[in-house]
C-alpha cells in the first residue's frame, strides 16, 4: 500500500519538477547572459565635468585675497592638484605632482600640466 502511494507521487510529482528545472535553467541562463553583458561603469568622472571643477577650482583660488586662511587655501590646492591629475590620467598625459612637496617643484609642474592640458585642447581659463 505505502509502495503504491509512492510510486503514485512520483508519477505525479515528477512531470512537475522536471518542468519546473527546465523553466529555471532557462531563466538562470539569462540572468547570467543578462549579468555579462552589463557594460562596466566608468571609475572616474567625464573630462567635462573634471575640466568644469578645475575651472572653479581656478577661480576660487584667484580670488583668495591676503586675508585668507592657511588651510582654506592649502585644501583647495589640494583640491586643484587630485583634479589636475585626474584629468590628466583621462587625457593621458603623464603627471608628476605626487613626487614634489609643496613648494617651487610643485608649483612648475602645475603650470607644465596645466599648458600640457591647454595642449591637450581643454579649456581653463
Not at 539569462?30 to 575640466?51: D, H, I, M, S
Request: with cysteine.
Amino acid at each position: 500500500m505505502v509502495g503504491n502511494v509512492l510510486i503514485y507521487l512520483g508519477v505525479v510529482a515528477a512531470p512537475t519538477l522536471a518542468f519546473s528545472a527546465v523553466l529555471s535553467v532557462s531563466r538562470w541562463i539569462a540572468e547570467f547572459r543578462r549579468r555579462r553583458a552589463r557594460k562596466p561603469t566608468p571609475g572616474r568622472p567625464p573630462v567635462e565635468q573634471l575640466a568644469a571643477d578645475l575651472r572653479r577650482i581656478r577661480r576660487t583660488l584667484a580670488d583668495f585675497g591676503p586675508g585668507t586662511p592657511v588651510v582654506r587655501r592649502r585644501a583647495a590646492t589640494a583640491a586643484y592638484d587630485t583634479l589636475l591629475a585626474q584629468t590628466c590620467e583621462s587625457v593621458g598625459v603623464s603627471h608628476h605632482l605626487d613626487e614634489f612637496a609643496e613648494g617651487v617643484e610643485r608649483d612648475v609642474e602645475r603650470l607644465r600640466l596645466e599648458q600640457a592640458l591647454c595642449d591637450a585642447g581643454i579649456v581653463l581659463s
